[in-house]
């Protein structure tokens, strides 16, 4: 079974939760992972790949090699289930595209 992990963290100050949520991704990239960012409306993907390279992580590159995925998702708050069908689409998505990394121990 594959090992997966999630964040999930609550700050007063937006510059800590940012600082924790591109050190973790940063991680999971630098070990292979595909890492979902996930932004809702009001967010502007462009700024946020500035900021994720501006944390030491190679946007283009990642994007190239297909493991990093930043996705708007709209009426986040109004309509959950607008991001559940877009998050398994995205899900179902990496899993046609990419093979599973196999490790010979």
């Keep these: 079974m594959a090992q997966t992990s999630t964040l999930r963290c609550f700050y ?3 510059e800590r939760a940012r600082e924790i949520e591109f050190r973790f991704l940063r991680n999971g990239l630098f070990r292979g992972e595909h890492c979902i960012y996930i932004l809702h409306e009001g967010d502007e993907i462009d700024i946020i ?5 501006d944390n030491g ?15 708007k998702v709209n009426d ?3 309509r959950p289930e607008v991001y559940m069908d877009a998050f ?5 998505d ?3 595209k990419f093979k599973p990394i196999v490790k010979e121990l």
Excluded: C
């Excluded at 992580?57 to 996705?71: E, M, N, Y």
């Excluded at 398994?88 to 179902?92: E, F, G, I, T, V």
């Design 57 to 71: 992580i190679d946007v283009i590159h990642f994007k190239k090699k297909g493991l990093l995925h930043i996705v």
């Design 88 to 92: 398994q689409n995205l899900l179902n």
């Design 94 to 96: 990496i899993a046609n």
């Design 12 to 14: 007063e100050e937006p």
């Design 76 to 78: 986040l708050l109004t």
């Design 49 to 53: 790949e500035n900021e994720i390279a």
